[in-house]
Nanobody
Framework: VQLQASGGGLVQAGGSLRLSCAASGFDIDDYVIGWFRQAPGKEREGVSCISKIFDSTYYADFVKGRFTISSDNADNTVYLQMNSLKPEDTAVYYC???????????????????WGKGTQVTVSS
């Protein structure tokens, strides 16, 4: 089982990036796939997640209206489109997967089954 996050980089405030989370060894349709981030000196926080099982998505308040999560079954990949980026979005972004039961609660708690390595997102002012 592997999750590979990519797509980070340096962007100016107001710009956009699209992060990818490529999964292997399992079907993303069977899991809740989430994005987390951790900025220097801060705790890790949940950003967004998607579930085909429950046909729903979740966004943290601080990204609502700016970020969009989606999935591509053919590529077994989850994407995070990030628009209107702000300097406070600067962080290492991680993707992770959790299986039912209690998948939503476990996402909120950051209690995931599998984690990928992070990708750095830096937003300059």
């Amino acid at each position: 089982v592997q999750l590979q996050a990519s797509g980070g980089g340096l962007v100016q405030a107001g710009g956009s990036l699209r992060l990818s989370c490529a999964a292997s060894g399992f079907d993303i349709d069977d899991y809740v796939i989430g994005w987390f981030r951790q900025a220097p000196g801060k705790e890790r926080e949940g950003v967004s997640c998607i579930s085909k099982i429950f046909d729903s998505t979740y966004y943290a308040d601080f990204v609502k209206g700016r970020f969009t999560i989606s999935s591509d079954n053919a590529d077994n990949t989850v994407y995070l489109q990030m628009n209107s980026l702000k300097p406070e979005d600067t962080a290492v972004y991680y993707c992770a997967a959790v299986s039912p039961p209690r998948a939503w609660a476990r996402f909120i708690a950051g209690d995931m089954d599998y984690w990928g390595k992070g990708t750095q997102v830096t937003v300059s002012s």
